[in-house]
């Protein structure tokens, strides 16, 4: 009796069973009174009514072609930025080593 | 760039009733929120065919439920409530009904949230969770029992 009841107060019951129970509710008073018990319970679970904030979440968009060149063209500026600095640090080792060589040299002779 | 639009739209329409059955099953935020973010990236990574809502339904309800499975329990505000034949405030009363839910297997807990909260049908109940309508109808009834017992003494 009382799934026929629960089935009533959810709203499970198609036309004709709920015809057929509201009878049966007429007829028996004991339904009745546990018909309302479960009609507080389930009820009762409205005053649950909390509105919770969504979370904001940022879909991220494809990279654009542009940004996705910045790090090859970065790697590139470094690329040659070492090449310029092994030319200079190289070129400045050998024309210290040939002033050296100069020196000695005329140190030699003298 | 279409599948984001998708996601996003997606998110707009449905981000608030799915982080609501989430947040009623686990009644904790921070979890309803990381359930949600995942659910969104499961989309994002196996794009199903088909029903995407009721996917994701079924995603963030299974979540939520394994959640509530390894915690054992779902913590609650432990106020001091009055003694039962005191009138309660709406606020308190939001507490006793949290509680009750909370004493509930976590099935009992999920089924009851889904029907009373987002009016689902047995049959949905049963697709989302994997089991069949008369499972759904007979572990409504036993929560309802259940609570039926531990709301009288305050409504």
Do not use: C
């Amino acid at each position: 009796m009382n799934k026929k009841i629960i089935d009533y107060i959810t709203g499970e019951l198609n036309l004709i069973d709920t015809l057929r129970f509201k009878w049966q509710l007429h007829r028996d008073s004991e339904m009745k009174k546990t018909l309302k018990k479960y009609k507080t319970t389930w009820e009762a679970l409205t005053f649950w009514k909390e509105k919770i904030p969504v979370p904001e979440i940022k879909v991220v968009s494809p990279v654009s072609y542009r940004l996705r060149l910045k790090h090859a063209f970065l790697l590139i500026i470094a690329i040659i930025g070492l090449g310029i600095g092994f030319y200079i640090g190289l070129n400045s080792y050998i024309s210290a080593s040939d002033y050296m060589n100069y020196a000695l040299e005329v140190l030699y002779e003298e | 760039m279409k599948n984001v639009m998708n996601v996003e739209s997606l998110y707009k329409n449905y981000g608030r009733m799915l982080m609501d059955i989430s947040y009623r099953i686990t009644q904790n935020q921070a979890d309803s929120e990381e359930i949600l973010q995942d659910a969104f990236m499961e989309l994002w990574k196996r794009k199903p065919v088909g029903a995407v809502v009721s996917w994701l339904k079924k995603v963030v309800v299974n979540k939520s439920l394994n959640l509530i499975r390894d915690r054992k329990s779902i913590a609650i505000e432990n106020n001091p409530l009055r003694a039962p034949d005191g009138v309660l405030e709406d606020k308190e009363k939001i507490i006793v009904i949290k509680r009750a839910l909370s004493h509930l297997k976590p099935l009992e807990n999920t089924v009851v949230v889904l029907k009373r909260y987002h009016g689902m049908s047995h049959n949905e109940i049963a697709n989302i969770l994997g089991i069949t309508d008369n499972n759904s109808r007979i572990i409504l009834y036993r929560a309802m029992e259940k609570l039926k017992d531990e709301l009288k003494l305050y409504f």
